[in-house]
């Protein structure tokens, strides 16, 4: 099964699902984030970033493009291009550099620097649903289903 849908209530049901994520991450995975402003792309982010130990702020990086994170055994990017006008401005930002296989990374708004990214291996995707949201895993590579596996198993 490649994909994984779930019900997320409220806030704490993100932060279930970005703990149940974390387990399951292995160096070199490329996660997008899709979904409007306000749907938890950063809760989901941050939550995962918590069950990996790390204690400090998880800002969103909205203005910095993208913010870093070493934890104890992996290095974790979280890059968001909302702000991009055009794809290039990913290259002219040298983030190129940044997609190796020894880091995991997680992109929101992957569209916006469409032609120069990697291909993803998880696409998470939210949306509003009532008061709370609607989760769907999808998995388009060998890794990205073992991931998936791992969080539905
Ligand atoms: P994004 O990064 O997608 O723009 P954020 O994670 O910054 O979104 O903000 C999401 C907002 O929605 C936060 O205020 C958070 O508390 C709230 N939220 C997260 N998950 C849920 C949920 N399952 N149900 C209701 N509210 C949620
Ligand atoms: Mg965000």
Redesign the pocket.
């Known amino acids: 099964q490649s994909t994984l849908c779930l019900h997320?209530?409220?806030?704490?049901?993100?932060?279930a699902a970005g703990t149940a994520l974390a387990a399951a991450l292995k160096p070199g995975l490329n996660i997008w984030?899709i979904?409007?402003?306000?749907?938890?792309?950063?809760?989901?982010?941050?939550a995962a970033l918590r069950a990996l130990a790390y204690t400090g702020p998880v800002k969103?990086p909205t203005y910095s493009l993208v913010e870093l994170y070493k934890l104890s055994s992996l290095y974790l990017y979280h890059f968001?291009f909302y702000r991009l006008n055009h794809p290039e401005e990913f290259v002219d930002a040298g983030l190129g550099e940044y997609f190796t296989d020894a880091a995991i990374r997680f992109v929101?708004w992957p569209d916006k620097a469409a032609g120069f990214l990697p291909r993803a291996d998880l696409l998470v995707r939210?949306r509003h649903a009532g008061?709370?949201?609607e989760?769907e895993l999808e998995a388009v590579t060998a890794a990205g289903q073992q991931c998936l596996s791992e969080v539905s198993g």
């Open positions: 997320l209530p409220g806030e704490a049901s993100t932060i984030l979904g409007d402003l306000g749907a938890g792309k950063t809760t989901l982010v941050r969103s968001d929101e939210l008061d709370g949201r989760l």
